[in-house]
């Protein structure tokens, strides 16, 4: 017979008592909603009891203020007991500074404190503050008296930021040191007589002081005119003689400005007469003269046949060969003929082959110009050269190879930041806070900031107990 399939069996299968029935499953369900809510709530009492509140909050706080995790009043607290989801400008002065941006800045438009230093987003960096937070001023840029000195319409790095003013107002660079980076960077040899040798960037430039390659060893004394400039800082430099724990750096130092006695010395001799290897010492025109008639007395002293002078006959302007013309001259005039010569030949050939002299009327020796080998050429953002030292120089000097004039401007461009500074997680960071600092820390004040940590609190007054 053939199954039936009614309604109404169906039904009678229903258990009716189904839900007055206990089971485990029930009980235990049952159980967890009055036991959760009973934790929750204990949870809370106890936090409450320990003075913690965390319960409250709405994230973990950035790392810099990780040991404040307990500690809302400190940012929150504005009126004695009352708390406010707020956390004024005053509470984080209380503890430390946050120096001005600029003095131009329009007073009315400044951001909170919070509005940058974003809290409660977890373990981050809390400087990292976003584009949007600069881009409030810098997207439409006003002053609060005057004219806008700068580019008035940045978004972020790829939207609005301008080429940077070095490279945009087509300045020159000044220095007076006269040197071609091309002929230095192909084979060059190394003095008259020398080996043929290829130099590298970090022969002539460096942020640090290891032995260099192209230095007349040992290391000539430092010049009159840098001891001048040592002295001006009021007290005599003493190097203590230690060794340097790794600093890896400030992060801040620029390459050293090129100096004569590390990087050029090696091949740039300045010899000056063929009695002597050695060669005149670097300095001012002055000591270079007191140097010249020293070494020439000493020399006529233990030579006094020299004094006897043969003129040479290929001098006479007639061209007719004349016999040896024989003067015998006091040393006293044989110093003042080789010094003389000697110095015509530094200041006309030597000397000038780098510097730009002048000669004053008034005057018996050439001046020498300042050097003025720039140390910083974008004064308004930071760059670190450490923090690239994995790219080889000339990813981003690249003139560098075709240079012939010292007025060639050889820093990049933004292009050239561009393409490794860009969003995404396979570039390097692009937001404003990478190469800007916003606070103006010159103006720092001094915060002394009275806020111990209750912990620390409880430990110091139990150890004044115990005593
Ligand atoms: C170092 C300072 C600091 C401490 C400590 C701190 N907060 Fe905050 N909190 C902030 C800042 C900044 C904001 C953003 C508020 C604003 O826009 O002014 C904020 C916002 C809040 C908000 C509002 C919701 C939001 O995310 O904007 C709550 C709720 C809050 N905090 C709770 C707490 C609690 C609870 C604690 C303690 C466990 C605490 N905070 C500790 C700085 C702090
Ligand atoms: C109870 C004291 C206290 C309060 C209040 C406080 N801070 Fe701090 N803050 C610190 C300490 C401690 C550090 C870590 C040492 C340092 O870098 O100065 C710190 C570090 C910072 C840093 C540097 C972060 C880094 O990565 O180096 C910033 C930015 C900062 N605080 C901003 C704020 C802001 C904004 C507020 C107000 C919402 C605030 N702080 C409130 C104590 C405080
Ligand atoms: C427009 C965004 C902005 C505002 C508003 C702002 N900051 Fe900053 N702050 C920054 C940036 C960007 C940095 C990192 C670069 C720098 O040092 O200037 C920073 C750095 C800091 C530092 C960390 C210095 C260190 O040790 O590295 C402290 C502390 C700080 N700010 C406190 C404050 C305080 C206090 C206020 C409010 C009076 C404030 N900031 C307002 C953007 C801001
Ligand atoms: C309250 C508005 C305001 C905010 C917010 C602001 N700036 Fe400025 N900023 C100015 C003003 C105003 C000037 C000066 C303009 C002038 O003199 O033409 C300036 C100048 C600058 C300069 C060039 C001057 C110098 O000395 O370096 C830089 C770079 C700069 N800001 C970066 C930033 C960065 C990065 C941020 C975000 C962290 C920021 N600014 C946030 C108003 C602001
Ligand atoms: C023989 C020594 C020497 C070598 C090698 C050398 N430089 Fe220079 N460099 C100098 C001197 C001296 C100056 C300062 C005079 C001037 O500004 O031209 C200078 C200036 C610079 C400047 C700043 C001036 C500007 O106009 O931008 C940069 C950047 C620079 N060099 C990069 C390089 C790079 C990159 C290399 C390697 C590819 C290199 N240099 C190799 C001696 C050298
Ligand atoms: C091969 C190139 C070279 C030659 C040749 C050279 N100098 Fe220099 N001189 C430099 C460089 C580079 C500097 C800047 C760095 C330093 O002080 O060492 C400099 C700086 C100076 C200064 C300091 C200028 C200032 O900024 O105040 C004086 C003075 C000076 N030289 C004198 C001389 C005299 C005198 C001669 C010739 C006897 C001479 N130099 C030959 C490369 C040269
Ligand atoms: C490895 C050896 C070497 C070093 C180091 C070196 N030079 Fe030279 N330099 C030479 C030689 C060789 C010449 C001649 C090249 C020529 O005329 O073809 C020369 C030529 C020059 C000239 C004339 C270039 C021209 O355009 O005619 C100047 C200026 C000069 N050097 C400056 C410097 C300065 C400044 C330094 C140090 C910062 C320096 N040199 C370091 C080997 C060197
Ligand atoms: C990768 C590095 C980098 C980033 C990211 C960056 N800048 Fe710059 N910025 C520079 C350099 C370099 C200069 C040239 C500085 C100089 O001329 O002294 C500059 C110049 C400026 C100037 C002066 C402009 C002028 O007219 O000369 C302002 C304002 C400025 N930046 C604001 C910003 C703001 C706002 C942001 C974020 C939206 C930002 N920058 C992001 C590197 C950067
Ligand atoms: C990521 C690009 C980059 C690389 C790689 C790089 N530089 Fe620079 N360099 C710069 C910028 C940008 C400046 C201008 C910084 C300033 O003075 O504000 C500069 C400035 C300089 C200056 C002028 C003085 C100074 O320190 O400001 C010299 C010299 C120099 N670089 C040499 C070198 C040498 C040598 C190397 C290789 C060891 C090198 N650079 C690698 C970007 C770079
Ligand atoms: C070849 C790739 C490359 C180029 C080109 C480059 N950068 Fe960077 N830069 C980096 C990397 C990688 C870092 C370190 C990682 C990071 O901060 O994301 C860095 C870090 C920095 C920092 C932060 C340094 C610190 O530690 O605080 C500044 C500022 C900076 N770069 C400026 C510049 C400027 C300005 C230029 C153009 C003149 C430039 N960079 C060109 C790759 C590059």
């Keep these: 017979m053939a199954r039936t399939r009614t309604t109404k069996k169906l039904a009678q299968r229903v258990d009716l008592n ?47 203020h990780a040991v404040l995790e307990k500690e809302c009043a400190a940012c929150h607290i504005q009126k004695t007991g009352e708390f406010s989801s707020h956390a004024a400008n005053s509470a984080c002065l209380a503890c430390h500074d946050g120096p001005v941006h600029h003095e131009n800045e329009v007073a009315a438009a400044v951001p909170a404190c919070a509005t940058c230093h974003m809290e409660h987003r977890g373990r981050i960096d809390l400087s990292s503050t976003s584009n949007q937070s600069c881009a409030a001023c810098h997207g439409s840029l006003r002053v609060g008296s005057g004219q806008v000195h700068y580019a008035a319409k940045i978004h972020s790095f ?17 220095s007076t040191i006269r040197l071609n980076h091309a002929i230095h960077l192909k084979p060059i040899r190394q003095g008259p007589k020398g080996p043929i040798v290829q130099l590298e960037c970090g022969d002539c430039h460096r942020n640090y002081a290891a032995e260099w390659k192209y230095a007349v060893s040992p290391n000539p004394a430092s010049a009159s005119y840098e001891l001048l400039q040592d002295n001006s800082s009021g007290h005599a430099v003493q190097p203590v003689p230690s060794l340097k724990p790794y600093a890896p750096g400030n992060g801040r130092e620029p390459m050293r400005p090129v100096s004569f006695a ?19 010492p670097h300095d001012e025109p002055e000591v270079v003269h007191a140097f010249l008639v020293r070494k020439f007395r000493e020399y006529i002293a233990a030579h ?9 006959p290929r001098r006479d302007l007639t061209g007719e060969p004349l016999p040896p ?40 020796l050439p001046s020498i110009a300042q050097a003025a080998v720039r140390e910083r050429w974008l004064p308004h953002a930071k760059f670190d050269h450490d923090a690239h030292r994995g790219f080889s120089c000339v990813s981003c000097h690249r003139k560098a190879l075709t240079s012939t004039q010292t007025t060639d401007i050889l820093v990049p461009g933004i292009a050239n930041c561009k393409t490794c500074h860009a969003p995404g997680p396979e570039h390097a960071e692009s937001r404003c806070f990478e190469c800007h600092t916003y606070h103006d820390w010159a103006r720092r004040k001094e915060v002394r900031s009275t806020y111990t940590l209750p912990a620390l609190q409880n430990e110091r007054d139990s150890s004044l107990g115990s005593e």
């Excluded at 839900?19 to 159980?31: C, D, E, N, Q, S």
């Excluded at 790829?158 to 020159?172: N, S, V, Y």
């Excluded at 990087?263 to 300045?270: E, I, Q, R, Y």
Aim: with cysteine; charged share 25%; aromatic share 10%.
């Design 262 to 280: 590390t990087a050029c010395s090696g091949c740039h001799l300045l010899t000056f007469d063929k009695r002597f290897d050695e060669g005149v």
């Design 158 to 174: 790829e939207d609005g930021h301008p080429e940077f003013a070095l490279l945009r107002d087509g300045a020159k660079d000044s």
């Design 18 to 64: 189904y839900f007055k029935r206990a089971t485990a499953y029930k009980r235990a369900m049952m159980w967890l909603s009055v036991v959760v809510p009973l934790l929750a709530v204990g949870w809370i009492a106890w936090r409450g009891f320990t003075r913690d509140s965390r319960v409250y909050s709405s994230g973990r706080m950035s790392q810099a």
């Design 304 to 312: 006094p046949g020299e004094v006897r002078v043969i003129r040479d």
């Design 325 to 364: 013309d024989v003067r015998v001259l006091t040393q006293a005039q044989w110093v003042a003929e080789r010094t003389a010569a000697a110095e015509e030949l530094l200041s006309r050939k030597t000397c000038k082959q780098c510097h730009a002299l002048s000669l004053h009327q008034s005057a018996s």
